[in-house]
């Protein structure tokens, strides 16, 4: 009874049934019909009536359908079945009794070959063990009759019959393991701009690699201390992004208890969570800024004298006259350089509230990369602007710091030259700030994931790179001529076999 | 009286022969790729278009030998494909090379154009081999032509050298997408020879060719290109999947009827068993390497993407491919199918394969999208 239930479970016929089934549902989940959407998502795109039907169908998320979901485990049940149902008797026809002796049945039957020489026996044998050898054999059994008949029999392959049983032992390790994965695991991202901290992802929709609404609190936190991305160093593809990274803290219960650097196709793993770089963007501010401080008056004095020399350039009335003026408006380029340099240089950092100049206390208020569209900011094009408060002479107020020249002056003309603050300050360098992005995952059963596919891959190998053979020969004296006999057994290849066979012995006999 | 020999390695292949022809093998590939890359003239894309070139050389000899039986031709032909494989040796050295000189070296397997000249490298080193092997010449006549048309119609993708994304930069490049392509190459015979399989068995059968095979054949010729040209450029969206899905349905129906309208071909062929079991063999090499080849791909996500595993356009694809050819080996091994059946189920079985290369590269959305160039 249990015997006969086996049996219908694990008929081929069904189980290849599964397998075209198996495929064909596939196909749906893997065209165009976006997986895991929202309903909203396709009502808009194909109306209520085809959303509908695919919400009911289960089309926007096939893989975790329950109909998907059974095939598998239908699957499951028929690969144990059939092994359970089809591998004894394997077994046996592999390691079970063979009669070594070529019988009758074999020696009548067409495909053996047959035959005559005149060569003595010694000789024939000499040459059969040859050819056995070439044919890919390693080792043959020999009988000898009394009457002189000489019996060979040789084997080989026969642990290609067990590729069965470890393809399907491995197929059952590995649908536990997706099993597993499938019920507890956890996908999800999480934004974290440099500097900053989280302890939570934003699930991704069953089906989908967006994040939904689902909040998943992690047992750790996550806090990036920097951000950086690696350029090709290539002079024609100069900007092209290698690989961007960053130095994450794992840290629980208020102690770090993992450091390291992800990159991409370089997670980190933590207490079975994966951790893996997967995005980056511009949070719109600056990391960090290189600011020059200059004296206002003095800036003045040498943009008025250059207007001056330009305005005489213009009006230059012969060659000579205006290359003497060009001289001096290099000279003067040359003086606005060294003026800047001599500059003081403060540092602004983001984790920094205040910048210390002179004694004065600047505190940040507010600071952008682009004024004037941060969105322009993803496509790397900066407008830099920081704004601090400044106490002068017991009075405060608000100090714009930009990048421009133009920009920075009039900021300055409008809003600090009226509290007599002596300087002027610009930003010349300065870092973009970045937000990380980070997929963190947990997958129990991927241990699983990787043994059992390794076993169906090695079980896959045995079944097909090896090949059960056996050749049987007998070899007769009826006095004039010496009869051979070949017969042979290919479990698969047996045309190529056969070929090989018959091309083989040609140079024999 | 029994007694058991052990036998030992008496005589064996002249490997001093074997070694000298790879040696100017080597040697000859070398110094073109020597020469190519020292010249700064001569680049990779010349040397594919002249592979491409050879190849087709090669095809209509191959079609020429397959008609009028001339063994010398057929050598020559034979001689002509390895030539065009060398050239395309070289041209994928020289592809690496030049992008080492770029300063972001890179394998020349890593985008749609690398990939069309990749494959049929691949695809006709396997050939040779079962040429070889089975010393038999028909299935270059129907292969050959199939790889010059990828390696020329390659040049209509964009054959820049550009760097690398940063997720495709890792080691599991080499090893998985060496193995997905083992797999296609092997997928391919196995096709090609199930095809000649059902046409080789109508012409046993004798069946009669009506009309009606012939105008099947004509429209759904006709039908295949209109469909396929409409899912080829079509916008992607439901309309185009529908498409694609007549589309398929009347390239299936279109070999249905070739099998009829070819059968004359049939004559030509080698005996059903022999092509049934070239069909069998293709796949029992390619099937446990496209299971390496998922396994290894799926090893890269768990360390790109954040999972080994992602119902990723591709992924699936492959999947669905590995379940068809998984059906096949178990209607062929134990199912006592008849040879038609497993022949149908290999041809459905490259016809998803198709989808799974090209479909997805360049239709469907998804994490495998880099492939589209």
Redesign the interface.
């Known amino acids: 009874m249990l015997k006969k239930i086996v049996s219908i479970l694990g008929n081929v016929k069904l189980g290849v049934g599964y397998l075209i089934a198996l495929a064909l549902l596939s196909v749906l989940g893997s065209t165009y019909i976006k997986q895991g959407e929202t309903y909203v998502t396709y009502y808009k795109e194909y109306g209520e009536f085809f959303a509908k039907i695919i919400w009911m169908t289960y089309l926007n998320n096939v893989f975790h359908a329950w109909y998907y979901q059974l095939l598998i485990v239908l699957v499951a049940v028929a690969v144990i079945a059939a092994t359970i149902d089809r591998f004894p008797s394997i077994y046996k026809t592999a390691y079970g009794k063979v009669e070594k002796k070529m019988t009758e049945g074999l020696q009548k039957k067409p495909s053996t070959i047959k035959i005559s020489t005149k060569e003595d026996i010694k000789t024939v044998f000499d040459k059969m063990v040859s050819f056995l050898q070439d044919i890919g054999f390693k080792k043959a059994e020999v009988i000898k009759e009394n009457s002189g008949e000489v019996y060979i029999y040789a084997e080989k392959g026969r642990e290609s019959r067990l590729g069965m049983l470890v393809t399907h032992i491995g197929i059952v390790v590995f649908l536990v393991g997706a099993f597993i994965g499938s019920v507890l695991g956890v996908r999800g991202q999480i934004e974290i701009p440099e500097s900053e901290k989280a302890d939570y992802i934003r699930k991704y929709r069953e089906g989908s690699l967006v994040p939904g609404d689902e909040i998943y609190k992690l047992p750790f936190e996550i806090y990036v201390k920097r951000f950086w991305l690696d350029f090709y160093d290539s002079k024609e593809f100069a900007g092209a992004v290698k690989s961007y990274n960053s130095d994450i803290d794992i840290i629980e219960n208020g102690k770090v208890v993992k450091n390291g650097i992800v990159k991409v196709n370089e997670p980190i793993d933590y207490n079975g969570y994966r951790i893996f770089q997967t995005s980056y963007g511009k949070t719109g501010e600056m990391k960090e800024a290189d600011i020059v401080v200059v004296e206002y008056k003095k800036l003045i004095d040498i943009i008025e004298k250059s207007q001056l020399l330009n305005n005489q350039l213009a009006q230059a009335k012969d060659d000579q006259n205006s290359a003497q003026i060009e001289k001096q408006l290099r000279d003067l380029q040359r003086q606005t350089v060294e003026f800047f340099n001599n500059g003081k240089k403060i540092k602004y950092r983001f984790n920094e509230k205040s910048i210390f100049f002179d004694g004065n206390q600047l505190t940040v208020i507010n600071q952008t990369l682009n004024y004037k569209n941060p969105a322009l900011v993803q496509q790397d094009v900066y407008d830099p602007l920081l704004i601090v408060k400044v106490s002068y002479n017991g009075k405060e107020f608000n100090m714009p710091i930009a990048a421009d020249p133009n920009v920075g002056i009039a900021a300055y003309e409008r809003f600090v030259k009226p509290y007599n603050f002596p300087y002027i300050m610009f930003i010349e360098k300065f870092e973009p700030r970045y937000f990380t992005g980070l997929q963190v995952s947990y997958f129990p059963g991927t241990t699983l994931i990787w043994i059992g596919t390794v076993i169906v891959v090695l079980g896959t190998m045995l079944a097909f790179y090896t090949v059960h053979r056996r050749v049987w020969i007998k070899i007769s004296d009826n006095g004039q001529n010496r009869e051979v006999y070949i017969a042979s057994y290919s479990q698969k290849f047996k045309e190529s076999f056969e070929e090989k066979i018959r091309e083989t012995i040609k140079s024999y006999l | 009286?029994?007694?058991?020999?052990?036998?030992?390695?008496?005589?064996r292949n002249n490997y001093l022969e074997a070694f000298i022809v790879s040696l100017l093998i080597v040697g000859l590939v070398s110094g073109l790729t020597a020469l190519s890359i020292l010249s700064g003239k001569i680049s990779n894309v010349l040397i594919f278009q002249i592979a491409g070139f050879i190849y087709g050389i090669s095809a209509l000899l191959y079609i020429f030998q397959f008609f009028f039986k001339n063994e010398k031709v057929g050598k020559i032909a034979t001689l002509t494909a390895f030539l065009g494989w060398l050239t395309s040796t070289v041209g994928l050295f020289v592809r690496g090379i030049e992008s080492y000189n770029?300063?972001?070296f890179h394998p020349p397997w890593t985008n749609l154009y690398e990939s069309l000249m990749f494959f049929p490298w691949l695809a006709v080193g396997l050939y040779l081999y079962i040429e070889k092997?089975?010393k038999t010449r028909f299935i270059g006549a129907f292969f050959l032509p199939i790889v010059a048309f990828l390696v020329i119609w390659g040049h209509k993708f964009n054959t820049d050298i550009?760097?690398l994304?940063?997720?495709l930069?890792?080691y599991w490049l080499y090893l998985h997408v060496i193995a997905s392509f083992i797999g296609y190459a092997g997928f391919t015979v196995a096709f090609g020879s199930s095809f000649a399989y059902l046409i080789k068995e109508n012409f046993k059968e004798d069946v009669k060719v009506t009309p009606l095979h012939i105008g099947g054949f004509i429209l759904s010729g006709i039908m295949s290109l209109v469909f396929g040209y409409l899912t080829l450029h079509g916008a992607?969206?439901?309309k185009?999947?529908i498409f694609?899905i007549i589309f398929v349905v009347v390239l299936i129906s279109f070999l249905y009827f070739a099998t009829f309208v070819l059968k004359p071909i049939g004559k030509a062929l080698p005996t059903e068993?022999?092509l049934s079991?070239i069909a069998?063999?293709a796949v029992?090499?390619s099937?446990?390497i496209w299971?390496?080849s998922?396994?290894l791909g799926?090893?890269w996500a768990?360390?790109?993407?954040?999972?080994?595993?992602?119902?990723d356009?591709k992924e699936?694809?492959a999947?669905?491919v590995w379940?068809?050819f998984?059906?096949y080996i178990?209607?062929k091994?134990?199912?006592k199918w008849k040879g038609k059946t497993s022949a149908w189920i290999a041809v459905a079985g490259f016809i998803?394969l198709l989808i799974c290369y090209f479909g997805v590269n360049l239709y469907?959305?998804g994490?495998h999208s880099y492939a589209t160039e």
């Open positions: 009286m029994e007694e058991i020999i052990v036998l030992k390695n008496k005589h770029l300063g972001i092997e089975y550009n760097p994304v940063p997720a930069r890792s992607k969206d439901i185009t999947l694609g068993n022999i079991e069998f063999k029992a090499i099937f446990p299971t390496a998922i396994m799926g090893a768990n360390e790109a993407w954040g999972s080994y595993w992602s119902w356009p699936t694809w999947l669905i379940l068809f998984a059906a178990h209607g091994t134990i199912g998803m469907f959305p994490l």
